[in-house]
């Protein structure tokens, strides 16, 4: 029953397609185009959050195409799916370095996908660049990351609640994962250390991914919020499970004023999947939200609006990073005038460009960037209005200072240093980000 | 700030209940409203606060809308012109607007053009209380109720004197002891023992807040006497938190069941292991989505529509599966597994592709959201409570169907006994297509009721499938009441759990007692008896 004649043109596709793959080197000339490599998922359940960010970067391509590319060369964009699961993302990222040849690549969303690409990015001297806000206790030599570190959204949220809101309670809401988990250990310090805040003043709550069941959490937390003093939620909820959880909190008549919930992962993508009317008031903190009042924003919305031909969609935290992220390394690129990692990487350090709230943001010693923190209160419109925002910008922190173990690491990516977490007291460096993810594991 | 803000509503108060709101000209009265608006354009919250005030104090009658809009975020200002707009819809780029001071339209302005005029929490329980004293004159009984029960806890010195004169004027004893009770926690706030016996009792969470700080009093008596009182409303709680709980495993239950009531049939009766099951109950909540997307601006009844229009398209879907793939594969159930989960996936990325990758919102129509009050400790969200009932209606229902119709003793007679069955005459082929499309019908069914409940996403389904396959295993196949009791038990077991272990181990704990009960007993809760539970 095996068809013969088809199995030997697979054979001879897969010889053929061998040669190929041999021969692109050779082929790859100077007015060839450069190759971006997109690493985000288009399918599974990251695609709700991941699949806008894939667009992102293609139009940012397309606009720097128009403005004649980069180095006299065109920009060619290089789209994988890594379906949402995370080995796919290690695989697919080697595909991208080995196969692919690119020159950087813009991708991953949640911590464990890019725990899982960074062995490999370093393994075949890789650029990256991370778009999200996440944990921190990572500084890779290979990595960028344009999201937001711990210090640059969860501590200056908490400052504020204590310091304009007079929050004397907290609940710590989290899904139950890596980066809730340790942003949450880093606040429970926090509070603790700084501020003094009681034991038995902190609930800390994790649920499953994508938990829809809130009533009895809310019910508890307005118990607990019954207690006399002002009370808060710092909710780390991740992606979908919000929605469900709003609309209980909503439900249950609990409004911003009695208890507020600051939230780390809910941007206006999240919000353009409920009815807002009963979250008016609720915060989020981000260094960007859409409704930022700046020419450079209202251009970028509207070349996003033509983009997807749709006069409803949004724009949110993670693109903005990749609008820095993308324009910082083709201005590296610039400087470094070759698309080289090794030139590009030592070039990139000291970069900086334009934000979209009016700023500028600089590349860190660190691979961390310096960002705005901005508090937003949740309007009827699915958007956020501005309440407060740092004084300046503040730089991305790698390694918490209020956790124990990573207070004496600090990062510098330039010569003599090199290293991603150098010990200030034992005065060596730590080694490998990969062996030392490993090490923490175990 | 908080000064200012407690002192703001009761000088409306005296305002109103002296006569001196001064009925003033508008033509005369341009510049005056510019220059309150004007006050507002700016960045300090603290001086945006005293703008507020000096509205309220006004008298100007234009005063209630602004502070209405000035809520809604829709109060705004041209940034070239400074003109003051108020902003009807403020979706999209280019929004329709009318003139804040004569309040004509005023075409369309771009949002680029516009600043609004911020406010936070602090300015919005300002703004809230404001109008709530407003509406404690108003006509409307429920509307006098929401206004006293906003004013609880916020009730200061400035407002004391014309609230006690309001509580002799009010007919309503509702609202009576309402604004009582808010007398009471100011009295109480300012040190006044005696106050504390008018609160004893009360279960609302800002009576207990305010006893609460009171425990916390320099004053050993009244700490004391707060103590006391609280742990009498302690008492009253712990009922109620009961209640509460047995309410929320109950609600939790009836979602399973819903859930889980198609599948009874399909894998349950026919014995299909359908893993496209959870895509079927994604379909009838975008047929929900699709509905609303066609009647805009009336929720409630495009949610009344999707009722059968999910059951359609999902009973349609579910043929389609049938015809298409299960038919192929009767008696091999691997090979159906694998199948239909194939079916699952397809159907998940062609939602992704054809409509979008995000989640699409599903208004709540107003008589759905909020909760109905049972007393003040204890209220119950009016979304699941329909839910619950809509469950209970769906098996009941279906239970009809099954023992009372031609098709339900088709359906018995084709599980129990294929062979003899058609020997009698019984179209087996047709009764396989009917019973399937009941059961993906009923999938559609409880798409429409989640939706109410959770995100429209292409992942919907994905999320309620393993509990759908728990629920019919532990209720005993074959079996609908057992889908009923076990769904309902397993929400209830959950709720009482997760305050105890948190929601991760909660879920553990019920699939480890799971695996447990059927090593007990294999056949589940309900096991089907007689020659037909040996085929």
């Known amino acids: ?442 | 700030m908080r000064m200012i803000r407690s002192f703001v509503p009761g000088l409306l108060l005296l305002c109103l209940l002296f006569g001196l709101v001064p009925v003033v000209q508008a033509q005369e009265d341009e510049a005056a409203g510019q220059a309150l608006l004007e006050a507002l354009a700016v960045s300090s919250y603290e001086a945006k606060s005293e703008a507020i005030e000096s509205i309220i104090t006004s008298g100007d009658e234009r005063s209630r809308r602004w502070l209405e809009e000035l809520l809604g975020g829709k109060l705004q200002r041209h940034k070239e012109t400074g003109r003051f707009v108020i902003v009807l819809e403020n979706r999209g780029r280019n929004w329709p607007v009318i003139d804040a001071l004569s309040f004509e339209d005023a075409g369309e302005m771009s949002r680029r053009d516009l600043d609004r005029i911020g406010i936070n929490n602090a300015l919005r329980g300002q703004l809230q209380s404001a109008l709530a004293v407003l509406d404690l004159y108003t006509d409307d009984v429920d509307d006098r109720r929401d206004a006293a029960r906003e004013l609880l806890g916020s009730v200061d010195a400035a407002m004391v004197e014309p609230l006690r004169e309001l509580v002799g004027s009010e007919d309503d004893a509702e609202v009576r002891r309402l604004l009582e009770q808010g007398l009471a926690i100011h009295r109480l706030n300012e040190g006044d023992i005696d106050a504390i016996a008018e609160l004893e009792g009360s279960l609302n969470s800002r009576v207990r807040a305010a006893l609460n700080s009171a425990t916390r009093s320099d004053n050993p008596l009244v700490a004391d006497a707060a103590s006391a009182a609280l742990l009498d409303i302690e008492q009253k709680l712990r009922i109620n938190s009961g209640l509460e709980t047995l309410y929320f495993g109950l609600s939790l239950g009836s979602v399973l069941v819903l859930a889980a009531i198609g599948l009874a049939i399909t894998f349950g009766v026919m014995g299909v292991i359908n893993m496209a099951h959870g895509e079927l109950i994604m379909l009838g909540a975008y047929t929900t989505w699709g509905m609303q997307q066609m009647l805009p601006g009336q929720p409630g009844l495009a949610l009344v529509l999707a009722i059968p229009a999910g059951f359609v398209v999902s009973a349609l879907a579910g043929i389609a599966i049938e015809r298409g793939v299960i038919q192929f594969l009767k008696g091999r159930p691997l090979e159906t597994l694998l199948a239909t989960f194939g079916v699952s996936l397809i159907l998940q990325q062609l939602v992704r592709t054809v409509i979008s990758p995000l989640n699409r919102t599903v208004v709540s129509p107003e008589w759905m959201s909020g909760s109905l009050m049972i007393n003040e400790g204890l209220s119950l969200t009016l979304n699941r409570l329909f839910v619950l009932g809509f469950a209970l209606v769906v098996f009941a229902c279906l239970m009809l169907v099954m023992r009372r119709t031609r098709l339900g003793l088709e359906v018995r007679a084709v599980t129990q006994n294929r062979a003899m069955a058609r020997a009698m005459g019984i179209r087996a082929t047709r009764v396989d297509i009917m019973t399937f499309a009941l059961g993906s019908g009923v999938a559609g069914l409880a798409g429409v009721a989640l939706s109410q409940l959770t995100n429209v996403g292409p992942n919907l389904g994905q999320n309620y499938i393993i509990d759908s396959f728990m629920v019919v295993v532990f209720g005993g196949v074959g079996n609908l009441w057992g889908t009923l009791v076990a769904g309902l038990s397993l929400g209830v077991i959950n709720q009482v759990l997760e305050p105890w272990v948190g929601a991760v181990l909660a879920k553990i704990v019920v699939l480890v007692f799971i695996i447990l009960f059927i090593q007990k007993r294999p056949r589940g809760l309900f096991p089907q008896k007689g020659r037909a539970a040996e085929g």
């Not at chain 1, 919000?271 to 859409?290: E, K, R």
């Open chain 1, 1 to 442: 029953m095996i068809p013969t004649i088809p199995a030997l043109s697979y054979r001879w596709l897969a010889a053929s397609l061998l040669s190929l793959g041999v021969a692109a080197p050779a082929l790859a000339q100077e007015d060839d185009p450069i190759k971006v490599g997109i690493l985000h998922s288009l399918s599974g359940t990251m695609a709700i959050s991941e699949s806008t960010l894939k667009d992102t970067v293609e139009m940012l391509i397309e606009q720097q195409n128009e403005k004649g590319g980069l180095l006299g060369r065109q920009l060619e964009a290089v789209v994988v799916d890594p379906a949402s699961d995370w080995p796919l993302f290690a695989e697919k990222a080697r595909e991208l370095l080995s196969q692919e040849e690119v020159d950087v690549i813009f991708g991953n969303w949640t911590s464990v996908s890019r725990k899982s690409v960074l062995p490999v990015v370093e393994e075949l001297n890789g650029l990256l660049f991370y778009p999200v806000q996440y944990e921190g206790e990572e500084s890779s030599e290979n990595v960028f990351y344009t999201g937001a570190a711990p210090n640059q959204q969860a501590i200056p949220a908490v400052n504020y609640l204590m310091n304009n809101v007079g929050v004397e309670r907290w609940v710590l809401a989290g899904t139950d994962y890596v980066y809730p988990r340790t942003t949450n250990k880093i606040l429970e310090a926090y509070l603790r250390d700084e501020f003094g805040v009681a034991e038995e003043d902190i609930m800390v709550n994790y649920t499953p991914f994508g938990h829809s069941d809130w009533q009895n959490i809310v019910s508890e937390i307005k118990q607990f919020g019954s207690e006399g003093k002002k009370t808060a939620v710092v909710s780390t909820i991740n992606g979908d499970a919000n929605v469900p959880f709003y609309r209980e909190l909503g439900n249950q008549g609990i409004n911003a004023a009695d208890i507020p919930v600051v939230a780390f992962s809910v941007g206006e993508q999240e919000l353009s999947g409920i009815d807002t009317a009963p979250l008016v008031g609720h915060l989020a903190a981000w260094n960007y939200f859409m409704s930022v009042d700046t020419d450079a924003n209202y251009d970028f919305i509207d070349a996003w609006i033509e983009h997807t031909g749709d006069e409803m969609s949004v724009t949110n935290d993670p693109m903005e990073a990749h609008y820095i992220g993308f324009n910082m390394w083709a201005e590296a690129v610039r400087k470094a005038g070759t698309t080289e990692v090794d030139e590009v990487k030592d070039a990139i350090i000291g970069v900086s460009v334009p934000n979209l709230s009016g700023g500028y943001a600089a590349m860190m010693p660190n691979h961390h960037i310096t960002k705005p923190v901005l508090i937003g209160e949740i309007q009827d419109n699915g958007q956020f209005s501005i309440v407060w925002e740092t004084p300046s910008t503040v730089a991305g922190d790698a390694w918490s200072d209020y956790l124990e173990g990573s207070r004496d690491l600090i990062s510098d990516w330039r010569k003599p240093l090199e290293c991603g977490n150098f010990n200030v007291v034992e005065g060596s460096c730590g080694g490998g980000q990969a062996e030392a993810a490993e090490a923490e594991t175990d």
